[in-house]
């Protein structure tokens, strides 16, 4: 079964700088995708960043970029230029893309980094 | 258009009692998931359907749990009898298999609060 962890529960960072937050996993297989999710206090929970495990170009949007490294089964999560909308809780997750699986589909999450933007 | 619809967003029971949830996904989504989300926890999923087939309820408890997807759109969430520790957020989600992405979209939650 795949795990997901993430080691810090909670992160802060100034208005304007720059944070990372850490996911680590652990999987056997090797076609997967990850995926950092963002959760506000309104309990949406909302795409931010998603990564095929064949790609080896980290991916990028606007002011989120990933580190995307797969033999250390490590996905951290860079926030440039941070804004104080970018207050919630953060979710790293991870899918298989074994198609032949019952667990096609499935999201597993890690436990959650609560990141608070200081003004 | 439309995003994935819960109902209610709120609820608040007695232990013992019964409780159901709603989830509308986003039209022409065939694939519906149910999650839990404890408090300052990832959210695990319960049940995945594909159309009207739920393809993997492995950890859904069935003792006191069940759910359905008439016709391959709704679905509801049952718990019977409620317990103390069914307090949590009840996620429901949609995606389209076939789509590049095959990304999974997420309503607001129902949290449910049992007393």
């Known amino acids: 079964a795949q795990t997901v962890t993430q080691s810090q529960p909670e992160m802060s960072v100034q208005e304007a700088e720059t944070v990372t937050l850490s996911c680590t996993y652990d999987?056997?297989?090797?076609?997967?995708?990850l995926f950092w999710y963002k959760q506000p206090p309104s309990r949406q929970m909302i795409l931010v960043i998603r990564?095929?495990?064949?790609?080896?170009q980290n991916a990028t949007e606007n002011r989120f970029s990933v580190n995307f490294q797969k033999a250390a089964k490590s996905f951290s999560l860079k926030i440039s230029d941070s804004q104080l909308g970018d207050a919630a809780m953060y979710f790293c997750?991870?899918?298989?893309?074994?198609?032949?699986?019952?667990?096609?589909?499935?999201?597993?999450f890690g436990q959650g980094t609560i990141l608070t933007v200081h003004p | 258009e439309a995003g994935v619809v819960q109902s209610p967003r709120y609820k608040i029971i007695e232990k013992k009692q019964p409780v159901a949830f709603w989830c509308n996904p986003i039209?022409?989504?065939?694939?519906l998931y149910w999650y839990l989300q404890n408090l300052g926890q990832g959210p695990e999923l319960l049940i995945r359907?594909?159309?009207?087939?739920?393809?993997?309820d492995s950890q859904l408890p069935k003792d006191r749990f069940s759910a359905e997807r008439l016709k391959g759109v709704d679905s509801t969430l049952k718990i019977q009898p409620a317990e103390l520790g069914d307090s949590a957020v009840y996620l429901c989600?949609?995606?389209?298999?076939?789509?590049?992405?095959?990304?999974?979209?997420f309503g607001p939650g129902t949290r449910l609060t049992v007393l």
């Open positions: 989600a949609s995606s389209y298999r076939g789509s590049s992405y095959n990304e999974q979209f």
């Open positions: 999987t056997s297989e090797s076609d997967y995708y």
């Open positions: 990564q095929e495990a064949y790609k080896q």
């Open positions: 997750a991870y899918r298989s893309e074994y198609a032949g699986g019952t667990s096609y589909g499935k999201l597993t």
């Open positions: 039209s022409g989504h065939n694939t």
């Open positions: 359907y594909e159309n009207e087939e739920a393809v993997d």
